[in-house]
């Protein structure tokens, strides 16, 4: 069974920039698709992004498009979220996720096989 790791959470300025990890341990994530998403206070966790396997394929929300970006190292067995241009609506709990279906981590309504613990982003106005 893998577990995933997210890191590279915390405070930062409106406009700033954020990249986060998700570290895979237990197994490697070979033909996992992966998936990023995030829960703010009082609101219904939603989609952010996702890649395959090969990393040929990305998704992502419309409200995050241009400025985020998903990738993926697999030699390194992690995932990565680069976020820029944050701003306050982007303060989140961020989650990652792994699933043998890209259409599974790529909606919120679906439930991933695998979930990191989680890494909280704040950004301030």
């Known amino acids: 069974q893998v577990q995933l790791v997210e890191s590279g959470g915390g405070l930062v300025q409106a406009g700033g920039s954020l990249r986060l990890s998700c570290a895979a341990s237990g197994r490697t994530l070979s033909g996992y698709e992966m998936g990023w998403f995030r829960q703010a206070p009082g609101k219904e966790r939603e989609f952010v992004a996702a890649?395959?396997?090969?990393?040929?394929?990305?998704d992502y929300a419309d409200s995050v498009k241009g400025r985020f970006t998903i990738s993926r190292d697999n030699a390194k067995n992690t995932v990565y979220l680069q976020m820029n241009s944050l701003k306050p609506e982007d303060t989140a709990a961020y989650y990652c996720?792994?699933?043998?279906?890209?259409?599974?981590?790529?909606?919120?309504?679906?439930?991933?096989?695998?979930w990191g613990q989680g890494t909280l982003v704040t950004v301030s106005s």
């Open positions: 890649i395959s396997w090969s990393g040929g394929i990305t």
């Open positions: 996720a792994a699933d043998l279906s890209l259409r599974t981590v790529k909606s919120a309504s679906r439930s991933p096989e695998v």
